[in-house]
Each structure stands twice: as structure tokens, then as C-alpha cells.
């Protein structure tokens, strides 16, 4: 078979793409219609900036979730196809079996896998652990840096040296040290996880209780529902095989493998916990500040003589007011969150080398980046792209919450 | 202003100290000795054989008593064995009385900062001469980001809405979304590679270590200084805007002063005060950029020693390069503080 033209490559990868297509079209059509009824969401939909970033955002997301569904790949990401080595864009295999698609894409890697899949699969990576790695690091900063704000004084002083501490360490340095197999193997990162992956349950619980404590019999069992499935959740997030630690020295029983819902591995594990532990302070700090600047409305000492208690003066009347800069900032760090994830697979550290997450990929095609561009300029400009999108999508939130 | 100093520095004080005990921590859970023991042994030792080894090195003292040891408040270790004294302030072993003679403390504070395991040498002579071949390609970054991105927020800030506006901060939203692992691979693919074939730059910087020039410096120095160009841009254009639309600006142009006047002589003093923090803050996020960076090139400066120390649990060498660090990035913090008091007016003078 002929090696695919440029133009033929151009028209495949986009055919490849028709899930995410459609869904896009769903998503903006549907979205454009109900604008008016959609609040700050709706009004993305007025900027243009917005809507690209929207755009862009969108489809490495269904790029995502479609590729973990095997829908757009063309090959297997960690499969090694004979003759395919370092092979330009395009180039047939040379003797596929039934069914199985008949070129490269977008050429062979290093190690004759693809790197369009390979792309792709990345994709579902950065979907999967940023925004929730982004969120985990909002309820840890919204939970310590609000009381931070508010009562100010020795707590404030304290979470704030706290805060500037790990700010002060170099990002890079802190990775190397948290995210080596032997620190995996002490539990380190087990015990960060047990401290950090708590926050959203004190979150939450301080949250409807100081909205609803003066409805004892709404309250408890909502509470108890609710908190019932967020502690489940959250020792099945932080036991493996039924050990919170199991290293020779301590080993620390957690939930029994039974009511185990969901493993994660210790890479995956110690890559999360070290994206929210290095997160959190800033978000504190914006948190905190904005404490500190709505604590002095009227509305606030509204609420104080109104006789409200302190927690439910944070979480209901200032949290929401500090809404919008959380908001745009949110996104941002999401792109943020991809960056470093990517500096971990630039670094090789936390996933195993063969992941197929846009970092690693980066990191191995380098060394041979005099002679294969294309091993490398797919991830590179994915990564690019995804962290331009939620650039972009703050901008035009940013630019839209501002109009009111 | 002499008290807000002496308590910033007290403050930093305390935190390299919490700083670098976390450091050590780190680095001395039992996994990682047990790695050093073998990477500085062989990688067949038994386990008796490696604690053996960490004994012979001190290693197994309990950690407050070695960290204090390398601070030089407590005394170093000695050890006496058939061959002699050995001990942590001197090298190999000794007759008792010559070991008797040697310093007893010997920490950060009385100046030694230990031997470094991977590089065979001083981690002062180290830490020296890799932080000055930083500082040099700091200072190119630092020559060509902050005129640039002055100028572009300038730009873009003097007529809100405009053309020129609108182009410039594209560039700057794109450049704050493209990481030094992803520009720098780009510009080595286009500028270097025999794959396109332009080779107008060099595709590693090794070479400059000894003679920097053009070719073989410049796209380290660029791909460091866009990255954190873009914020700054975004930020002088922010508050360029805030100052364009300011009372005085409207009361010249209404005397009639011509356009470029009012920006030079009357809008831009103001408007730079808030980058100038910005630019202070934005060396510690340098600091990153210049560890992927000297990797990328092969540069073979602080962050390339980092990288190495950190790889190979090299434990003083990566104390001594985490105390820096953060005597950095406290000392930026402080120096943006003043300067800012400095700068505005309106604080200096109350």
C-alpha cells in the first residue's frame, strides 16, 4: 500500500474524530438555544473568546472520555507493530490483519507504537486527574483559607506561614522528593492522602449542617446520608487490599477488601496527592484574601446581627460572593494542573514509562528530536492547546462575570 | 522599615529552617539510604551489609541529632575502629590523636556544607559554580523578557480594545499557555532539526557553559523568558488600562497634550509600579522553568544539579540546593515588598 499524502492524513485524523464532532455540535447547539436560561454558563456564549476556549476545552474533554471508549483510536497505545519504528506520518503497516486499521496516522514512536492513539489516550489521562486533582486542591484551600480570612488573627498567622512554606519550595524539588518508588514505599504519600483527601468531607459537612442545623430532623439524616457516602468513598479512595500502609515496618488496616470499591495504584495515588498538595496553598491564599475583603460588606454584618453563626457566614454568604475570581481561577488552574502534570512525565516521574500521557511521551521523543519530529509535536501541541482552551475560557468568564 | 525587615528575615530564617527539614526528612527515610547504600556499595548487598554501611556513615543516627550535626549545633559524629577514628568532619580514617585534633562541629554553620556523594566534590564548590552559570543565563532571560513584555503590556494597554491590543494579548494568553517542555521542543524541532532543516540555532546548550554566543544560547534564554512573559505583559496591560482611564490622563489630553506625550510622561510611571512586583515574583517561577530548561539543553547549571542531586538521593547536595532556593525565593518576596513600598508614593509617604 502507498503512504498516505498530507492532505489524506489531514482528512483521516478528522474523520477519526466523529464522535467528538458531534458531540461539540450537540453541546453548542443545545447551548446556544437555552443561553438566556443559563446563568454565567449561557453567557460564555456571548464572548467569543469564550466560546473558543469552550471549544477547545470541550474537545480534548469528549477526546478523552470517546478514547477511553476505544472510539477514536486506531491502534492499541502500548502495542509494538514490527516495521513501524520511528516511521513518518502516514505510513502503511505492513501486513494488517483483519479488521485492524492499515496506517499510522500520525507515524510510528520510538518504540513502534502509535502516536496518534497514543495522543489520544493521553488525553483521557490529563480529563481523568486535573479537574479532580483541581478540585480536591479548592476544597482544601476554601476549607482553611475561609476561617483564615474571617477570624483572622494567630489562625490566620499560622495557616499562613503554613501556606508560604510549601510556596516556598521549588516545585521540581518537592516532586523529586515525593515522587520516587522509595518514597512510595514508606507510605508517605498514603499519609498525605489520608490528611488531604479529608477536606471535602469536612467541607461538606460544615456546609449543610450551618445551613440547616435549625432543622434538626432535615439535618441528620441528610448528614448522615451524605457523609455516610463520602467517608465510604473515601476510604475506598485511600486503602489498597485492604491496608491504608502496608510496608514491612507499619502496616495500618483500613477498609476490608470486600466493601473496597475502587483501587488506586501507588503511582497514580502519590502523582495526585503531590498536584493538590502543591495547589492548595495558592488557592488558600486567593481564598483568603477575598475572606478578608468581603468580610467587611454589609451583608455580612447583616447576617451577624441577624444572629448567624460564623460557619454559616462563610460558607452561604461570602463563598458565594467570592464566587466569579473562584470561578475564572478554577479554570485556570486546571490548566495549570496540566502543565505540572505534564513537567511529572517530562521529569519521568510517578507514571510508569510506558503511559501514554502527553509528558512522558514528550520526554521520550526529545531524545531523538533531531531527526523524528513527529513522535513529540502531537503531544506537545495537544498539551498546548488544552491549556490555551481553559486560558481562554477564564478570560471570557472572567470578561463576562465583570459585565453585571 | 528597618523593624519590617528584620522581621521578614526572621521569618525567613524559620521557614529555611522548617524548609530543609523536611528536606531532610525526606531524604533520610530508610528506602532511600537503603539506595544510597547500594548505588555507593553494590546492588547485591544483604541487608546486614547495608546497615552495616549506614552505621559505618552515620547514617543511623536518629534524625533530630543528624540534622542538628549538619547544621553545626551539635558535634559530628566519630566512630572508632580498627583502622582508626573516622568521623563526619574529616575524610577517612585517622589515628585517635590526629582525629582529636580536627574540628569538632562542622554544619552549615561554621561553613562546610558537606560532600557531595554523585559529583565527588565540595557541595559549596558545587553549588557555586553551577549557581553562577544560572545566574548568567538568568540575567540573558531577565534582558530579554522584561523589556519585552513591558513593551508589549504597554502596547496593548495604550488603547484598550484596539487591533493592537487584541494581537498582542493572543500572543500573551498563548505564551502563558505553553510550558517550557512544549516551547522549548518546538523551537528545537523548527530551529535546529535536520527534520526541517533551518539549523540556524544550536540544540543544546552545552557549549555555552564555557562561551555563550547567539546560536547556542539564545534558545534557552527564549524559551524561558516567553513563558513567563505573557503574565507579565497581561499584568502591565491590566493595570495600563486602569491607568489610561485615570482623571489626569483625561485633564492632559483635554489641555491638549499629544498622545505619545501623555503616555510617556504621564501614564507610564504609574503603570509600572504593579509589574515591578509581578517581575520580582515571577524569579522563584524561573526557578522552574530553568530546570526543565537546562535538562531540555543539557545546560549543566543549578537546575541540571538539582535534577541529578534529587535522581540520586544525593542528601547535602540537596540540602545545600534547597537552602538556596528558598533564600531565593524569600529574598525576591522581600525585595518586591520594599520595592513596592518604595516605588508608590502613597505608601512611602504616610
Redesign the interface.
Known sequence: MEPLTTSEIILRVLYQFTPVWIALVIVFAASIAFKRRLGLYGKLFDSPVGMIGFALVMFWVFTGIFGAMDLIVTHDPLAQVSGMKNKPPGTPLRSPGDGEYAWYLLGGDNLARDVFSRMVKGAWIVVQIAPLATMFAFMVGITLGLPAGFYGGRLDTALS?LA??I???????LF???V?P??I??G?PNYMATVLFVFPIVFAAVLLNSRFYTQPRFRTPLLIGVLGVMTWLYLSLISTGGYLVNTP?VSIPALPEILDLFDVSGGILVVFVSVVFVNSPTVFRIVRGLAMDIKTRDYVAAAQTRGEGPWYIMLWEILPNARGPLIVDFCLRI?YTT?LL??LG??GLGLESESPDW?ST??E??RL?????HP??PP??A??SM??G???LA?GLREESLKD | MGLFILRRTGVMIVTALCLTFIVFFLTNLYPNLEKLAKTQGNFRMSDEAVTSWLDANGLLQPLPVKYGQWLGVLPGWTRSGEDGVTGRCFIGAKPASEAAAEPRYCGILQGDWGYSRVFKDDVSTIIGTRLGLTGKLMFWVLVLMVPSALLIGVLAGMREGSVTDRSLSTFSIITTATPEYVSGVIFIAIFTSSAVGLKWFKGTAASAMKDANFENFFLPVLTISLYGMGYIARMTRASMTEVMTAQYIRTARLKGVSFPNIVMKHALRNALIAPFTVIMLQVPWLLNGVVIVETLFNYKGFGWALVQAAGNNDIELLLGISVVSVVVVLLTQLISDVGYVYLNPRIRIS
Open positions: 506561614f508560604n512554606l510556596l516556598a519550595f521549588p516545585v521540581i524539588l523529586y522528593l515525593l520516587t522509595e518514597i514505599a514508606t508517605v515496618a490548566g502543565i505534564g513537567t517530562f521529569f509528558g514528550i520526554n521523543g526529545r528530536l533531531s531527526r523524528y519530529l513529540v509535536l506537545a501541541l498539551l498546548l491549556v490555551l481553559l486560558n481562554l478570560d
